[in-house]
């Protein structure tokens, strides 16, 4: 199957920047994937997503979304997406719902009505069901935008992107400002719309252990690619993992793995010993001295992630 999403060498220089916002990167979607971006602030994350959404043009490269070039063919594109933007581009003198009504119709879905329950039943249904998902209420969807909190809003904003179901769902982190509950509400409601098929869910994040499942993860830096693959490959490439032992007779030990070949560092709890997953039945055969602790640990992708960041460009 042909990439839902391509990306070629695309360049994006805000007018009278004196670097490249977005600096030459390249990468496919598979479709019906889960498709993480991540990076520290200002590493052109937003910056690609707008490009991708049609809301800011490209100044060099190629971007081909569901078939459509971005530039070539913006409302093609359009048709085919959900956006959810970092910052909330809602109207606060409607009421929650009429945002989400507003947004149904200009999409073509339902026909306009004036009054929430002249709706179609269909679209009631779907609305209903998107406010639970997120914990609105249907008190809430009446009331005016302008009285939201910022947490309300954001969930708001999940509501309206999701009740036509798009091909591609843009999410430029689309939890921040979310409680504990309505995160983990979003991501079950997320997982159940990529288990039915037919959507990539296309993520931004700060959030890390948000991007573990994801099918492919890109690190941006500087506008630049920094890496690429899955959570596990991103791991297996950098963070090393580890044991630390521990024995009443320190020295022993650490002579012990000084004959066994083995390189360690020591501190006052203990001896830290890298080692891979595989190998660590073979470490602790080899040893005699009496152990008093072992702890084994495994790299969590936020540790792969500090560790590229800090890599000499
Ligand atoms: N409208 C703009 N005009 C000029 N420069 C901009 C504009 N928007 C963003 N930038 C610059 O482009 C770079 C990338 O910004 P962008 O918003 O894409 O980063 P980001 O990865 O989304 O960061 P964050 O995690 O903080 O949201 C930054 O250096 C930023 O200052
Ligand atoms: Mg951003």
């Given at each position: 199957m042909p990439p839902i999403i391509q990306v070629e060498q695309l360049v994006k220089r805000y007018r009278k920047a004196e670097q490249n916002a977005v600096d030459g990167?390249?990468?496919?979607?598979?479709?019906?994937?889960?498709?993480?971006?991540?990076?520290?602030?200002?590493?052109?994350?937003?910056?690609?997503?707008?490009?991708?959404?049609?809301?800011?043009?490209?100044?060099?490269?190629?971007?081909?979304?569901?078939?459509?070039?971005?530039?070539?063919?913006?409302?093609?594109?359009?048709?085919?997406?959900?956006?959810?933007?970092?910052?909330?581009?809602l109207d606060l003198n409607l009421s929650a719902e009429e945002n989400v009504r507003l947004h149904a119709v200009l999409y073509g879905l339902y026909p306009w009505r004036p009054f929430y329950r002249l709706m179609p039943a269909a679209y009631r249904k779907q609305v209903d069901e998107l406010a639970a998902v997120v914990g609105l209420t249907s008190a809430e969807m009446g009331q005016a935008v302008r009285t939201f909190?910022?947490?309300?809003?954001?969930?708001?904003?999940?509501?309206?992107?999701?009740?036509?179901?798009?091909?591609?769902?843009?999410?430029?982190?689309?939890?921040?400002?979310?409680?504990?509950?309505?995160?983990?509400?979003?991501?079950?409601?997320?997982?159940?719309?990529?288990?039915?098929?037919?959507?990539?869910?296309?993520l931004t994040t700060h959030y890390l252990e948000e991007a573990e499942d994801a099918d492919q993860i890109c690190i941006l830096n500087h506008g630049r690619v920094v890496s690429m693959g899955t959570a596990e490959t991103i791991k297996g490439d950098l963070v090393q993992n580890w044991v630390r032992l521990d024995a009443a007779d320190r020295d022993a030990l650490a002579a012990e793995l000084t004959a066994l070949g083995r390189a360690y560092e020591r501190d006052g709890e203990g001896l830290t010993v890298p080692v891979e997953a595989a190998d660590v039945h073979a470490l602790l055969r080899g040893i005699d001295t009496p152990l008093t602790r072992v702890t084994t640990h495994t790299p969590t992708l936020e540790e792969a992630y500090l560790e590229i960041l800090e890599r000499p460009a």
């Open positions: 990167v390249s990468f496919t979607v598979a479709p019906d994937s889960f498709f993480a971006l991540l990076g520290p602030n200002g590493a052109g994350k937003t910056t690609a997503i707008s490009i991708l959404t049609t809301t800011l043009t490209p100044t060099s490269g190629l971007v081909v979304v569901a078939g459509h070039d971005v530039v070539q063919d913006p409302d093609a594109v359009r048709r085919q997406l959900g956006i959810i933007f970092q910052k909330p581009s909190s910022g947490g309300m809003k954001r969930k708001l904003e999940i509501v309206r992107s999701l009740i036509h179901r798009p091909r591609v769902l843009f999410l430029d982190e689309p939890t921040t400002g979310l409680d504990p509950a309505s995160r983990r509400g979003l991501w079950e409601y997320l997982g159940q719309v990529r288990a039915q098929g037919g959507t990539t869910v296309f």
